[in-house]
């Protein structure tokens, strides 16, 4: 059964503090991507990685970073957490190619206070 | 810019009524299509998925069906039951990208026994 695991359901974070989403897949796929999701907005990408150290930005990469030091993990870096960061992040990963299906992680709910 | 978005945000039916959940898509280039289901709790699980070089494609209950003159998507579900009571997001995959997914808001299907 394929899986994409993200290390935390639910995290409350401090305004100002550093943020690490961590996500794991064990799919062996190329291509790994951070989404966020807030109501009324559905998904947006924030940033893609096509190969270990390799990242591209998304549409909404202020405020974030990534890091891809292994091909199985990709972190979304919260560099000073604010509350309109308050949202639920999502990892996906998929091989590499058009048509190739894209495997969620559960989400991580993050509420910045 | 460029667009996904969905005519209805919420659809309610009676179980054992087809439902058909409409996206409307503005990004001419766009040569991929993709539905997938989100389920409280969870991450979006993919459906089912169209080319533009197809008018209708069918899977186990669902169909989705392409219209490219009037940019227009739409999920067709059979015989609809209470476990399809979820969240459905359309994506388009820009021609040119062989990762890039824009979601659409998303439509909440309740189905009522």
């Known amino acids: 059964d394929v899986k994409v695991t993200q290390s935390s359901r639910y995290l409350v974070k401090r305004t100002g503090e550093k943020v690490f989403l961590e996500c794991v897949q064990d799919?062996?796929?190329?291509?790994m991507f951070w989404y966020r999701q807030d109501p009324g907005l559905g998904l947006r990408l924030i940033y893609f990685?096509?190969?270990?150290?390799?990242?591209e930005k998304g549409d909404i990469p202020e405020g974030y970073s990534v890091s891809r030091e292994k091909k199985e993990r990709f972190s979304l870096i919260l560099e000073s957490a604010s509350t309109n960061q308050t949202s639920m992040y999502l990892c996906?990963?998929?091989?590499?190619?058009?048509?190739?299906?894209?495997?969620f992680g559960q989400g991580t709910r993050l509420t910045v206070v | 810019g460029e667009s996904v978005g969905l005519h209805l945000p919420t659809l309610s039916v009676q179980e054992g009524d087809n439902s058909i959940i409409n996206c409307a898509y503005s990004?001419?280039?766009?040569?991929?299509f993709i539905w997938y289901k989100q389920e409280s709790g969870k991450g979006p699980q993919f459906i089912i998925d169209?080319?533009?070089?197809?008018d209708k494609r069918q899977g186990q209950r669902v169909t989705v069906l392409l219209n490219k003159t009037v940019k227009h998507l739409s999920l067709q579900i059979a015989a609809t039951q209470p476990g399809d009571s979820a969240v459905y997001f359309c994506?388009?995959?820009?021609?040119?990208?062989?990762?890039?997914?824009?979601f659409g808001k998303g439509t909440l299907l309740t189905v009522n026994p």
């Open positions: 990004n001419s280039a766009s040569d991929y």
């Open positions: 799919m062996d796929h190329e291509n």
């Open positions: 990685s096509y190969d270990v150290k390799m990242k």
């Open positions: 994506a388009e995959n820009p021609g040119g990208s062989n990762y890039k997914l824009t």
């Open positions: 169209i080319r533009s070089n197809m």
């Open positions: 996906a990963s998929k091989a590499p190619g058009k048509g190739t299906e894209a495997f």
